[in-house]
């Protein structure tokens, strides 16, 4: 009996080496897939400054992010805290919702098919400013203007703003505050001419869940610029196909969707409902698609074989709506317009429901 005992531990002990080697194995493997690409993509001025820019590389890919998980029956809520995973310049920190559930079948997705990238977008991810940043046209090249929800950015030339870009941050300064059914984001610029607060709670509900946002102007100039959320809708994590339609409150304007870029495979259904007649193999873009509907559902997007949707209504009037997406996401964008002269605050909501049908 003893000798069987010793043979199990010698065989745990090898095991336990196999294990480790096998480990090793994997983390030099991605230093190596990091540096290849921190060799091609970063050129350095010595092999030891690209070995050390894949290590960090891949410790931050690898590293394992803390989620805030919202949950309510059927439906969670995945949401990054603001010094958590994406630490881009071009989407607010302030809540990064990166994936809703239904049981087990997810609603959003990646900018780009299956990326693990934490510098693009995903989710429920928002963005203050995509052509109108405050303050850009007045800042002078060397000096910085603040991003809303993101940090003060340098201006590094007299080109127009590029929200690709990424500009050198001064991150602002972030909070939550979790609750039972909901978590309050905070997010605060001292900059005396551009200072402002923005407050973002994001709340589950039984079906879905939303978004309220208030943002106070207090400082001295300004603030005019717009707000949308990008919406990287996927349902049930499947591609764009003539299961997916897209149906609009109000009327498809015609004249934009025949200005649109419409890949290979986008069409109108009807004056509401855009579909696709198979997978896009390129980018689609619309602008200004449909009339927007103040304080009502404006878009719906469904999956005929899933048998499910989810649809957003907002509680302003619009100032516009965009439809972008590839063959793995569809992303319609409701725009809100805002100006804050000193002094004043604005608050709005987004809610998004679940549906079977």
Not at 77 to 87: F, H, M, R, S, V
Not at 256 to 269: I, P, S
Not at 302 to 320: H, N, S, T
Request: net charge negative; with cysteine; proline share 3%.
């Amino acid at each position: 009996m003893c000798d069987f005992h010793l043979v199990n531990a010698i065989n745990l002990v090898h095991m336990q080496k196999a294990l480790v080697v096998k480990l090793s194995i994997l983390v030099v493997l991605g230093v190596l897939y990091c540096l290849k690409d921190a060799v091609s993509e970063c050129p350095a001025s010595s092999i030891t400054e690209a070995y050390e820019s894949a290590i960090e590389k891949s410790e931050k890919n690898n590293r394992i992010i803390e989620m805030i998980e919202l949950v309510k029956g059927n439906i969670k809520l995945d949401l990054e805290k603001p010094a958590e995973g994406y630490q881009g310049v071009r989407f607010d920190w302030t809540g990064k919702a990166v994936q809703l559930w239904w049981g087990d079948i997810s609603f959003v997705t990646t900018e780009n098919f299956k990326s693990n990238s934490l510098n693009e977008g995903r989710g429920f991810f928002n963005e203050f400013g995509i052509t109108d940043p405050v303050g850009y046209n007045d800042c002078k090249v060397g000096d910085y203007f603040p991003k809303i929800g993101v940090g003060l950015l340098k201006k590094e030339s007299n080109k127009p703003y590029d929200f690709f870009h990424n500009y050198i941050n001064k991150p602002f300064e972030f909070s939550e505050v979790r609750g039972k059914d909901s978590v309050v984001f905070h997010c605060l610029n001292k900059d005396f001419d551009s200072a402002f607060f923005l407050e973002k709670k994001f709340t589950i509900t039984e079906d879905g869940f939303t978004i309220d946002y208030l943002l106070e102007n207090v400082g001295n100039k300004v603030i005019e610029t717009t707000e949308y959320t990008h919406n990287f809708l996927s349902l049930g994590a499947r591609k764009v196909s003539p299961n997916t339609k897209l149906i609009f409150k109000g009327e498809i304007k015609e004249k934009q969707f025949d200005k649109g870029l419409k890949a290979n495979a986008t069409c109108m259904d009807d004056s509401h409902t855009i579909a696709w007649h198979q997978i896009p193999e390129s980018d689609f873009f619309f602008e200004d698609i449909a009339i927007p509907q103040s304080k009502k559902i404006n878009w719906t997007l469904i999956d005929e074989e899933l048998k499910m949707g989810i649809c957003e209504q907002v509680d302003f009037k619009p100032a516009k709506i965009n439809l972008w997406g590839r063959g793995h996401v569809v992303s319609p964008e409701i725009f809100k317009s805002i100006k804050l002269k000193p002094g004043e605050q604005d608050q709005w909501q987004r809610q998004y429901k679940i549906f079977q049908f």
